[in-house]
């Protein structure tokens, strides 16, 4: 299903002219039909063009924050997970950003630096990385603690080495399910900082802001709510279902 959406957004413009910038003020709020196959919006633009093309900047914003997240959590997650002494400190800040709700604490900090797309990736992102930090760090906790940690110590083997061969291979599996389901959070939260206006701004589409000019004119032209909220459901249902199936094909114990 990821795959069906993922193709439709990067190649269907390939086989159409589709311009999702375009006034047509001749076809104001046009129903779907044959010249627009799912309707237009209120200044005459094509709404199969802006969703296509909205679902880029999106599924980009979610894959950039995915990678940040993984990357700095891990990190954090490792350390604290492996070093008793940094263990207190990275904990309690990471606590710190999980004691705010999300989309509020994204908003603040998109409010103090601007709203463009990479101070969206830099909100989302921090807002984030605490839940990949604490799962890597539980997994960490559990893998020193394993008889070939200690069999590597005691035959003296660096931090360094224990770290990259024994332990960051034993987190991989966990911290791939939580990065498909971030992947999914991030599309849906930078699609809910787009609709309060926080997010990319227009003209420049994502799924956030059409659904949020949609609010309008929702009831005399619904096609404007409908076809950007389901390419959204699909998109977010999609990676939860790959999270959850990783889950399950990588623990055993799942599978039940």
Do not use: C
Not at 105 to 131: D, E, K, Q
Not at 133 to 158: M, N
Not at 192 to 209: E, K, R
Request: a positive charge; proline letters at 7%.
């Amino acid at each position: 299903m990821f795959l069906l959406v993922l193709g439709a957004i990067l190649f269907l413009p390939l086989f159409m002219p589709l311009d999702p910038l375009a006034l047509n003020y001749t076809a104001i709020l046009a129903p779907p039909g044959s010249e627009h196959l799912l309707g237009t919006d209120a200044m005459g633009r094509d709404l199969l063009a802006r969703i296509v093309y909205g679902g880029r900047s999106s599924v980009m914003i979610g894959a950039l924050v995915m990678v940040v997240t993984a990357l700095v959590g891990t990190l954090i997650g490792v350390l604290a997970g492996t070093s008793r002494r940094l263990d207190g400190p990275l904990m309690r800040s990471m606590d710190v950003l999980m004691a705010f709700p999300v989309l509020l604490l994204a908003l603040a900090i998109l409010a103090a630096l601007g709203n463009t797309a990479l101070n969206v990736v830099f909100a989302l992102s921090l807002v984030y990385i605490p839940r990949t930090a604490r799962i890597v760090r539980g997994e960490a906790l559990v893998i020193r603690s394993q008889p070939f940690v200690e069999a590597a110590q005691s035959i003296g083997a660096s931090r360094l080495r224990i770290l990259f061969v024994h332990i960051l291979p034993g987190v991989l599996p966990a911290l791939m399910v939580q990065e498909t389901f971030l992947f999914a959070y991030a599309i849906l939260g930078e699609a809910g900082l787009s609709f309060v206006g926080l997010g990319l701004q227009p003209p420049d589409p994502s799924w956030g802001n059409i659904l949020g000019e949609a609010r309008a004119t929702y009831r005399t032209a619904p096609w404007l709510m409908i076809y950007p909220g389901l390419a959204l459901a699909l998109t977010v249902l999609s990676l939860n279902l790959l999270g959850d199936g990783l889950g399950q094909a990588i623990d055993p114990k799942r599978r039940n």
